[in-house]
């Protein structure tokens, strides 16, 4: 009998097995935010990059220390996508945009299973370094760990990289904010 606590978790939407140390709840939970088109109402409009989140395939969700400062939690999001039509550019390579949603959307995933407070957060900057193409039919790899998570901001960063060719294709940081409180129209 193993004293560890179960991890096993197959995703709902893409079957596949989610590897890391997440509790299987844990992992679900942050299956369904990738996958949150699937099960918005059709009344509602559509979410920008909807069909892309749709094909993300969640593949670990890791919560631990910091390798480098081990008196801090870190947690650490991956997911892979194969490269469509829809997010290339002129060029057949995907579009600096597309990685720039990436590095948005899944650093945000990482800072979330860090801490769930980051739900009311706005983005503040993202800096993004691109080093290499990924084109049409390649898979890539999106890892996303968060670095700083309290107070008003957190941030994280994200690594893109062309499993195909096994190069890197994007490094990004970002940071977000809480958002400011409506102001009352008197």
């Known amino acids: ?75 650490k999001v991956v997911l892979k996508l194969v490269v469509n039509e829809e997010m290339l550019n002129l060029a057949n390579t995907v579009h600096g945009g597309a990685l720039a949603y990436f590095v948005d959307f899944c650093s945000s995933l990482a800072l979330l299973a860090l801490d769930a407070t980051q739900k009311m957060t706005v983005s503040q900057a993202i800096n993004i370094v691109f080093h290499s193409p990924a084109s049409l039919g390649d898979t890539i790899r999106i890892v996303s760990r968060s670095v700083t998570a309290g107070g008003r901001s957190a941030s994280g960063k994200t690594e893109i990289w062309n499993e195909t060719h096994r190069r890197l294709v994007v490094s990004g940081v970002h940071i977000k904010m809480r958002a400011s409180p409506p102001r009352s129209k008197l």
Do not use: C
């Open 1 to 75: 009998m193993s004293l560890e606590p179960e991890t096993t978790y197959t995703s709902f939407y893409t079957h596949n097995l989610v590897d890391g140390n997440a509790t299987p709840d844990f992992k679900e939970a942050i299956d369904h935010l990738v996958h949150t088109p699937s099960h918005i109402p059709e009344w509602r409009p559509k979410l920008f990059g909807a069909s892309i989140m749709d094909r993300m395939v969640l593949s670990e969700v890791n919560l631990g220390p910091m390798a480098d400062e081990p008196s801090r939690q870190e947690a």
